[in-house]
């Protein structure tokens, strides 16, 4: 029998307790091993809700204590670089949250670490795992919608995002913290890599909200040509209030196929004829894309224990910061970015 792949959560807040969740009920080939949390009484809560006692305010300590074989890190974008090539170092496989990094230099010094080390790098795309993104992207390659011409990606999510993610500086902001799943979504199921955006934000909520962050928006609208000639387009608003809501149309060249509903469950409720039709929809992430968090945390456990490389792979995380870099300049300098612009500056 393989033996459990031992597993350091690094960041217990909000997806931390995702994929603790998945570790400890739904994933048995991997084991919580220990916690690791800067903010003590985060880590005591989320260790007693899971019932793990190695707990640790560093990774350093983490790994001066404990044995394990792999992380999966849950902490604010601008620290995932120095975790990542720390546990690569360490010889630690590592799975990463979404956006990979705040830059495409930071996304190459993890990806040559991990290389350097040999251990996996998978990247936090669960709605590739979720199983209507999985059958939608098996049935494209399957031709039976032909062709994909255009690509249309929406995500709006409810509440206000946290602080540190509202900022360019240690977020990117709502195009990476929000849309990075939208980013992805594109170029997989387009089968291509974006050539060229065009981006226009506003900002509609914030001031009301007493958000005065500078360059804070919580609209976002990006248009995408891809190098295979194909269109696509990426809706972002946070928070928008009515929910959590992830969709996506595909349309080919013989047919189309929409990915996603607003109902958060097959029930429509009518109660009276005053207030009409009363129908739940998706309240937050973790609701909406259950099966896609658990799906990916069985993958990358799957992957290390069979040394199969995994997919959502680091370079894929690399092409979502590089959209997410060219649709930042875009509304910054107010004019449509190739990639290249992006891409050529970091290889420089
Ligand atoms: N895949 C998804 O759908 C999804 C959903 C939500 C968040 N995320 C991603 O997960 C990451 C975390 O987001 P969140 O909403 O959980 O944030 P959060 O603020 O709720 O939690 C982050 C935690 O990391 C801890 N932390 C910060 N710096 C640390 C460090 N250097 N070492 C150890 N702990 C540290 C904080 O104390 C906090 O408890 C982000 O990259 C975010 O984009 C992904």
């Keep these: 029998m393989t033996s459990p792949v031992r597993i350091v959560l690094i960041g217990a807040g909000r997806a931390g307790?995702?994929?603790?969740?998945?570790l400890v009920h739904h994933v048995p080939g991997g084991t919580l091993a220990g916690l690791v949390d800067s903010m003590p009484e985060t880590l005591r809560e989320t260790g007693t809700l899971y019932g793990v006692d190695a707990q640790y305010e560093t990774l350093e300590a983490a790994l001066n204590k404990l044995d394990f074989d792999a992380v999966v890190i849950t902490t604010p974008t601008f620290t995932h670089r120095a975790l990542a090539v720390m546990a690569a170092e360490a010889g630690k496989h590592v799975f990463c949250e979404k956006p990979m990094a705040l830059s495409l230099e930071e996304c190459d010094a993890m990806i040559a670490a991990a290389d350097r080390s040999g251990v996996f790098l998978q990247i936090g795309f669960m709605r590739r795992f979720a199983p209507e993104f999985a059958a939608a992207f098996d049935r494209i390659q399957a031709g039976e919608i032909g062709q994909p011409m255009l690509v249309k990606s929406l995500t709006h999510g409810p509440g206000l995002p946290p602080p540190w993610a509202r900022d360019l500086k240690t977020s990117n902001g709502m195009l990476a913290e929000v849309n990075s799943h939208d980013w992805d979504c594109t170029r997989w199921l387009m089968g291509s890599n974006p050539q060229r955006v065009y981006v226009e934000t506003a900002n509609f909520k914030g001031p009301a909200r007493g958000v005065d962050t500078p360059n804070f928006y919580d609209n976002v609208l990006v248009n995408i040509r891809f190098e295979n000639g194909g269109l696509g387009s990426i809706s972002g608003i946070c928070p928008c209030d009515y929910g959590y809501d992830a969709r996506v149309e595909i349309v080919g060249e013989r047919g189309i196929m929409q990915i996603g509903e607003m109902q958060g469950q097959p029930l429509v409720v009518c109660t009276n004829r005053d207030q009409g039709l009363v129908t739940p929809i998706y309240r937050t992430w973790p609701d909406r894309?259950?099966?896609?968090?658990?799906?990916?945390?069985?993958?990358?456990?799957?992957?290390?224990?069979?040394?199969?490389?995994?997919q959502a792979t680091a370079a894929d995380g690399r092409w979502a910061v590089a959209g997410v870099l060219a649709g930042t300049k875009s509304f910054l300098e107010e004019r449509p970015v190739y990639l290249r612009e992006v891409l050529e500056a970091a290889a420089v």
């Design 289 to 310: 894309f259950a099966w896609g968090y658990i799906r990916e945390m069985e993958h990358f456990v799957h992957c290390i224990q069979t040394d199969t490389p995994p």
């Design 17 to 22: 307790r995702v994929h603790a969740h998945s």
